[in-house]
């Protein structure tokens, strides 16, 4: 079955560094999403794209967060300047179009000391 | 804005017993979506429920939806080891997903 894949499943960058978090979707979705779980939180939606664009972001999405469909496959979340607090699990999910479900990643772990 | 929240947070049962997991949010959705985590993995879509639904099954699963109580049940028959996880209930009236917090099921074998 297919599956969205994440890289790296662990991230660990000093506070100030830039850090790319990168998702391949399922291959004929259309909708591509990320999410966040700080540990012991909920699951907090950051971000969703479609044909090339920001659909909507939540308020944690600030100026140091952005997104890139650089080719036909790859999916990325970039944190320009990371701080203590942008420690989680990042999820990448898609679906296609129509209802259909998001079907997310098993995510990249970003630690920041 | 929209918020799910599950009870009981945490659920303990024997193999073979059922297992029954409810969620209330606030707010309009369109669906409705189950999802499971195991521990420190991604979420698993389980089942979608769309507003206009009122009951939907899926293998040994069983999701209700009352819009009018604002709240879903998700049941699991005849539990497993492996069901042991974390659910969470997910609305959408946009695009974007908005988990409750989520039920904690252990299931002893």
């Known amino acids: 079955e297919p599956e969205v894949t994440q890289t790296p499943s662990h991230q660990v960058t000093q506070m100030g560094q830039e850090v790319i978090l990168r998702c391949v979707p399922i291959?004929?979705?259309?909708?591509f999403y990320w999410y966040r779980q700080i540990l012991g939180q909920k699951v907090e939606f950051l971000v969703s794209?479609?044909?090339?664009?920001?659909?909507?972001k939540s308020e944690i999405f600030d100026d140091q967060f952005s997104v890139e469909r650089p080719d036909g496959s790859n999916f990325t979340l970039k944190i320009r300047s990371t701080k203590l607090e942008d420690s989680a699990m990042y999820f990448c999910?898609?679906?296609?179009?129509?209802?259909?479900?998001?079907?997310f990643g098993d995510g990249t772990r970003l630690s920041i000391l | 804005s929209q918020q799910g929240e599950e009870d009981p947070q945490a659920l303990s049962i024997q193999e073979g017993e059922n297992a029954t997991m409810n969620c209330s949010y606030k707010?309009?959705?369109?669906?409705l979506q189950w999802y499971r985590q195991n521990s420190g993995r991604g979420l698993v879509h389980l089942i979608l429920?769309?507003?206009?639904?009122r009951e939907k099954h899926s293998g040994r699963l069983r999701v209700t939806l009352d819009t009018s109580k604002k709240s879903s049940s998700l049941l699991i028959t005849a539990s497993r080891a492996a069901d042991t996880a974390s659910y969470f209930c997910?609305?959408?009236?946009?695009?974007?997903?908005?988990f409750g917090t989520g039920t904690r099921l252990q299931v002893f074998p």
């Open positions: 999910a898609s679906r296609g179009y129509g209802n259909q479900p998001q079907h």
């Open positions: 291959s004929n979705h259309l909708y």
């Open positions: 794209f479609y044909n090339n664009e920001i659909s909507e």
């Open positions: 707010t309009s959705i369109n669906n």
């Open positions: 429920i769309r507003s206009n639904e």
């Open positions: 997910a609305t959408d009236y946009t695009d974007k997903l908005i």
